[in-house]
């Protein structure tokens, strides 16, 4: 039987965690009332400026910096169009997500050529934590995995704290349900608003990289395909809380991973890929347990002066 | 003014999306001008080229038109690439059975199934449970436009719809369900006059539907403000399914038009993203079904602008999506416009207020 193989469940981990990492982003954003579909472009940025500057500086550390810096960028002008300037942020999310694909894939090609990144590009290293990997069965789980498994690991949990059970964490997500009280209360809305949208920016930085400098070491055109949309995906089915959306990673992951065992075992690994999907509209329909956002998720707010 | 506006906004964007491309061309070191000038060239520089901006933009202006429809209606239809998709498989499953049938009535049945199939991929799910749970429709969209491709994909590796042997594609469907290519000007295209002219109709038809009947007038209330057509007797969940259903229907006309105008079979790939572009072109066209026609055109351009530009400049084709993210992030940003025209005014009214105090 597959599920006896313990290879599965690492791949599980590992699967899950470019889908968790954006999914936690997104949560930020939408907590704090601006709605983001832009994480599939972010990760892009992401995994290609920390493949970039992997090379050009011969260090992983300082490409996976890069990728944060770009993706907090991104995320910055999507920030400012949804905060400043009231726009539809659908609209901002779709034109992101269209121009990191075309941005990362036109300076692949003009920067790399057209034969890919270079094959000595560094990547981060993959460790196994000591004690945890001796122990048999579950030990596979938690060895020779990307260093940045374990890191989204405590960057998940420290989110779900960060957001209830801090007073920032209280405050940003009092914005998203009532902007107006908060507001009245002296809350800076459009400053929790930014830091919100920077931290998905972040996060979601932080899943693309793990995919080119953290599993592989080179950026492939579009090499997320369509991991941000699953993300989005997640943090739905996970109810807008980090820890639901590392859980609905998990069943993704495990749905992917799954695809992967049993390729050539006569299971279309498109119809599991379908998965995420399903069980995102189901929970959008009540029938397992209903999902609803923010209350404020995706109405700008005019601060009175 | 308004009218003017509504102009002047996406030819700012997109001007301001070109300068920026140029921009970041010429500081990669290629001259912008002659870059430019071969994606100029390689959309309208011959009768072939024209030919296969016009093939690229016809499904660009089909879907657009369903997008407007479901943006007029308040409602963002994110999933029409499921829905394209979704109309060309049933379009090209009908295109290979059925064959005994006259050629323009099977033409018509694959037609009408890509239609068919659109609609009820957009209108059901979406649809019912936007307007008895209030399940977010870009969500829904978007997440069953993942499971239409994937469905697709399934149904031509090792699915019933795989033609024999190893290749992951369908079989083709009937060559009398092929539309006809021009024979002369147009002939070094894929362009068919049969697509042109259903493009057109579709065009026709979405103006008319909106502006001119009552089914128009309830979608486009709805849209503008729900509460106030619930109170004027309108049944709204009924026309928030409608609207999808038409947007989808749209979608799945313009998947069967490309099987049976180009490409004839369902291929591996499923990576147009027409359904994606389309929604920049509704955008760009402001919802207008006319004004899609020209916004069409111009994505179609800069499509196949594009691929030539790549050939003869070396400039990777993927710049005119760069420029696409642009101008559709401008054109969101559209109410800077009045915030800097107000910025201005106050600034100006305080300097001449200064002297007086």
Redesign the interface.
């Given at each position: 039987m597959i599920f006896s193989n313990p290879e599965i469940w690492a791949l599980t981990l590992s699967m899950a965690i470019p889908l968790a990492l954006p999914a936690v982003g997104g949560t930020f954003s939408e907590r704090t009332g601006v709605v983001n579909?832009a994480m599939e472009g972010i990760m892009l940025i992401g995994a290609f400026f920390g493949v970039a500057f992997s090379y050009w500086t011969g260090n992983a550390w300082v490409g996976l910096f890069a990728a944060i810096v770009c993706g907090a960028l991104t995320a910055l002008?999507l920030a400012w169009?949804a905060i400043h300037?009231?726009?539809?942020q659908?609209?901002?999310g779709?034109?992101?997500?269209?121009?990191?694909?075309?941005?990362t894939?036109?300076l692949l090609?003009?920067?790399f050529g057209y034969n890919g990144t270079p094959v000595n590009t560094p990547k981060l290293p993959s460790v196994s934590i000591p004690g945890l990997d001796h122990i048999p069965y579950i030990g596979v789980i938690f060895t020779n995995q990307s260093v940045l498994v374990y890191v989204g690991i405590v960057l998940i949990f420290l989110s779900h704290w960060f957001l209830f059970s801090t007073r920032l964490g209280l405050r940003m997500r009092s914005v998203g349900e009532n902007p107006l009280a908060a507001d009245t209360l002296g809350i800076p809305v459009w400053r929790l608003r930014y830091l919100g949208v920077v931290l998905s920016g972040v996060f979601s930085a932080i899943g693309g990289a793990y995919l080119s400098i953290g599993i592989l070491n080179g950026f492939t055109?579009n090499m997320t395909s369509?991991r941000g949309?699953i993300a989005?995906?997640a943090m739905?089915f996970g109810k807008w809380t980090p820890l639901g959306s590392f859980g609905a990673a998990l069943i993704f992951g495990f749905s992917t991973a799954l695809g992967i065992v049993l390729q050539g075992h006569g299971v279309?690994s498109?119809?599991l890929?379908?998965i995420p999907?399903?069980l995102?509209?189901l929970a959008?329909?009540?029938l397992i347990g209903r999902s609803t956002?923010p209350a404020a998720d995706g109405i700008p707010y005019e601060p009175r002066r | 003014m308004k009218a003017l506006q509504s102009i002047l906004l996406p030819v700012a964007a997109s001007l301001v999306a070109i300068a920026i491309g140029a921009i970041l061309v010429a500081a990669l070191g290629y001259n912008p001008v002659s870059v430019y000038g071969s994606l100029i060239s390689g959309a309208f520089g011959s009768l072939g080229n024209l030919g296969n901006t016009l093939t690229a933009s016809l499904p660009l202006i089909i879907i657009g038109l369903g997008i407007a429809l479901s943006f007029q209606s308040g409602l963002f239809n994110i999933g029409a690439d499921g829905q394209y998709w979704i109309g060309a498989t049933a379009a090209v499953w009908v295109g290979y059975h059925f064959t005994s049938l006259p050629g323009w009535l099977h033409m018509l049945l694959c037609l009408a199934a890509g239609m068919v199939a659109g609609a009820l991929w957009a209108g059901v799910i979406p649809g019912l449970t936007k307007a008895f749970v209030g399940a977010h429709e870009v969500i829904t969209t978007m997440m069953m436009s993942y499971i239409a491709i994937l469905f697709a994909r399934y149904l031509i590796e090792g699915g019933p719809m795989q033609e024999k042997g190893y290749i992951p594609q369908s079989p083709l469907i009937a060559s009398n369900t092929q539309f006809p290519y021009f024979t002369q000007g147009f002939a070094r295209s894929q362009l068919s006059p049969i697509s042109m002219l259903i493009a057109a109709l579709a065009v026709l038809v979405a103006w008319f539907l909106l502006y001119k009947t009552t089914l128009g007038f309830s979608l486009r209330s709805v849209g503008l403000n729900p509460r106030a057509a619930k109170y004027a007797g309108i049944r709204v969940k009924l026309y928030i399914i409608i609207a999808l259903a038409l947007s989808g229907l749209f979608a799945g006309l313009a998947g069967a038009v490309q099987m049976l105008g180009v490409d004839h079979q369902l291929l591996d790939g499923f990576s147009s993203n027409y359904g994606y572009t389309a929604i920049v072109v509704a955008l760009l066209a402001r919802n207008n079904p006319l004004a899609v026609v020209i916004s069409g055109l111009f994505f179609g351009a800069l499509t196949t602008g594009g691929q030539n530009m790549q050939i003869v400049s070396n400039v990777p084709a993927s710049l005119t999506n760069v420029l696409t993210g642009l101008i559709i992030f401008f054109v969101g940003c559209e109410r800077i416009i009045p915030q800097v025209i107000g910025w201005y005014r106050r600034r100006r009214s305080a300097r001449a207020q200064t002297p007086a105090s």
């Amino acid at each position: 039987m597959i599920f006896s193989n313990p290879e599965i469940w690492a791949l599980t981990l590992s699967m899950a965690i470019p889908l968790a990492l954006p999914a936690v982003g997104g949560t930020f954003s939408e907590r704090t009332g601006v709605v983001n579909i832009a994480m599939e472009g972010i990760m892009l940025i992401g995994a290609f400026f920390g493949v970039a500057f992997s090379y050009w500086t011969g260090n992983a550390w300082v490409g996976l910096f890069a990728a944060i810096v770009c993706g907090a960028l991104t995320a910055l002008a999507l920030a400012w169009g949804a905060i400043h300037v009231s726009a539809d942020q659908t609209v901002l999310g779709m034109g992101i997500n269209i121009f990191a694909a075309g941005l990362t894939t036109f300076l692949l090609n003009t920067l790399f050529g057209y034969n890919g990144t270079p094959v000595n590009t560094p990547k981060l290293p993959s460790v196994s934590i000591p004690g945890l990997d001796h122990i048999p069965y579950i030990g596979v789980i938690f060895t020779n995995q990307s260093v940045l498994v374990y890191v989204g690991i405590v960057l998940i949990f420290l989110s779900h704290w960060f957001l209830f059970s801090t007073r920032l964490g209280l405050r940003m997500r009092s914005v998203g349900e009532n902007p107006l009280a908060a507001d009245t209360l002296g809350i800076p809305v459009w400053r929790l608003r930014y830091l919100g949208v920077v931290l998905s920016g972040v996060f979601s930085a932080i899943g693309g990289a793990y995919l080119s400098i953290g599993i592989l070491n080179g950026f492939t055109s579009n090499m997320t395909s369509g991991r941000g949309y699953i993300a989005l995906a997640a943090m739905i089915f996970g109810k807008w809380t980090p820890l639901g959306s590392f859980g609905a990673a998990l069943i993704f992951g495990f749905s992917t991973a799954l695809g992967i065992v049993l390729q050539g075992h006569g299971v279309s690994s498109n119809i599991l890929q379908m998965i995420p999907y399903a069980l995102t509209i189901l929970a959008l329909t009540g029938l397992i347990g209903r999902s609803t956002p923010p209350a404020a998720d995706g109405i700008p707010y005019e601060p009175r002066r | 003014m308004k009218a003017l506006q509504s102009i002047l906004l996406p030819v700012a964007a997109s001007l301001v999306a070109i300068a920026i491309g140029a921009i970041l061309v010429a500081a990669l070191g290629y001259n912008p001008v002659s870059v430019y000038g071969s994606l100029i060239s390689g959309a309208f520089g011959s009768l072939g080229n024209l030919g296969n901006t016009l093939t690229a933009s016809l499904p660009l202006i089909i879907i657009g038109l369903g997008i407007a429809l479901s943006f007029q209606s308040g409602l963002f239809n994110i999933g029409a690439d499921g829905q394209y998709w979704i109309g060309a498989t049933a379009a090209v499953w009908v295109g290979y059975h059925f064959t005994s049938l006259p050629g323009w009535l099977h033409m018509l049945l694959c037609l009408a199934a890509g239609m068919v199939a659109g609609a009820l991929w957009a209108g059901v799910i979406p649809g019912l449970t936007k307007a008895f749970v209030g399940a977010h429709e870009v969500i829904t969209t978007m997440m069953m436009s993942y499971i239409a491709i994937l469905f697709a994909r399934y149904l031509i590796e090792g699915g019933p719809m795989q033609e024999k042997g190893y290749i992951p594609q369908s079989p083709l469907i009937a060559s009398n369900t092929q539309f006809p290519y021009f024979t002369q000007g147009f002939a070094r295209s894929q362009l068919s006059p049969i697509s042109m002219l259903i493009a057109a109709l579709a065009v026709l038809v979405a103006w008319f539907l909106l502006y001119k009947t009552t089914l128009g007038f309830s979608l486009r209330s709805v849209g503008l403000n729900p509460r106030a057509a619930k109170y004027a007797g309108i049944r709204v969940k009924l026309y928030i399914i409608i609207a999808l259903a038409l947007s989808g229907l749209f979608a799945g006309l313009a998947g069967a038009v490309q099987m049976l105008g180009v490409d004839h079979q369902l291929l591996d790939g499923f990576s147009s993203n027409y359904g994606y572009t389309a929604i920049v072109v509704a955008l760009l066209a402001r919802n207008n079904p006319l004004a899609v026609v020209i916004s069409g055109l111009f994505f179609g351009a800069l499509t196949t602008g594009g691929q030539n530009m790549q050939i003869v400049s070396n400039v990777p084709a993927s710049l005119t999506n760069v420029l696409t993210g642009l101008i559709i992030f401008f054109v969101g940003c559209e109410r800077i416009i009045p915030q800097v025209i107000g910025w201005y005014r106050r600034r100006r009214s305080a300097r001449a207020q200064t002297p007086a105090s």
